[in-house]
């Protein structure tokens, strides 16, 4: 079974600076998605980003970027130009393609992002 | 745009009852999802269904739990019997293939008195 593992509970970040949030995942696949969902308060799941993992190519998405680390199973999210809009949770996110994308998503635990202003 | 709708918003239920949770995925997507979050802990996917059939499920998923898509649009969980530990956040969602990512909806909080 896949993990992922997000090891900051918790980060802050002035406004307007730029801020990285890690997660790290376990698998044996080699063929799989990853995603970073943001959730604010609402508690809401809003996708932010996601990358396959057979493009090299590190993808963005206007102030978010992400470093994909496929051999070192890494996958951080940059957010750049920080803004009070940015706090939330921040969960990323792993769907194998093992069985056609049947399998649902696998979390992990969150990192709660706190902007300075 | 289109978007994933969950009703009720908030729903307060004794222990014992049986509660369903309503979803309308969005219209042209293929594969259903449920997944649940405690208060504090992450996201934990229940449940998928694709074909009218239930793809995958996790271990939380037992007997008490079943999936439905009644009619074209509507996607439902229902729980048998309720327990406190059902109190969480339950998310629907759907993608329009099992390769693209999946489109949540707003949760339905569930607490069981």
């Known amino acids: 079974a896949q993990t992922v593992t997000q090891s900051q509970p918790e980060m802050s970040v002035q406004e307007a600076e730029t801020v990285t949030l890690s997660c790290t995942y376990d698998t044996s696949e080699s063929d799989y998605y990853l995603f970073w969902y943001k959730q604010p308060p609402s508690r809401q799941m809003i996708l932010v980003i996601r990358?396959?993992?057979?493009?090299?190519q590190n993808a963005t998405e206007n102030r978010f970027s992400v470093n994909f680390q496929k051999a070192a199973k890494s996958f951080s999210l940059k957010i750049s130009d920080s803004q009070l809009g940015d706090a939330a949770m921040y969960f990323c996110?792993?769907?194998?393609?093992?069985?056609?994308?049947?399998?649902?998503?696998?979390f992990g635990k969150g990192t709660h992002l706190i902007i300075q202003p | 745009e289109p978007e994933v709708t969950q009703t009720p918003s908030h729903q307060v239920t004794q222990m014992g009852q049986e509660v369903i949770l309503r979803c309308v995925p969005i219209?042209?997507?293929?594969?259903f999802y449920w997944y649940r979050q405690i208060l504090g802990q992450k996201v934990e996917f229940l449940v998928s269904?694709?074909?009218?059939?239930?793809?995958?499920k996790s271990e939380i998923f037992d007997d008490q739990f079943s999936v439905e898509r009644p009619d074209g649009s509507n996607f439902t969980l229902k729980i048998r019997s309720t327990k406190l530990e059902d109190s969480a956040m339950y998310f629907c969602?759907?993608?329009?293939?099992?390769?693209?990512?999946?489109?949540f909806g707003q949760g339905t909080r569930l607490t069981v008195v």
């Open positions: 969602a759907s993608s329009g293939s099992g390769t693209t990512e999946a489109f």
């Open positions: 219209s042209n997507h293929l594969y």
């Open positions: 269904f694709y074909n009218n059939e239930i793809s995958e």
């Open positions: 996110a792993y769907r194998s393609l093992a069985r056609g994308g049947a399998d649902g998503l696998t």
């Open positions: 990358q396959e993992a057979y493009k090299q």
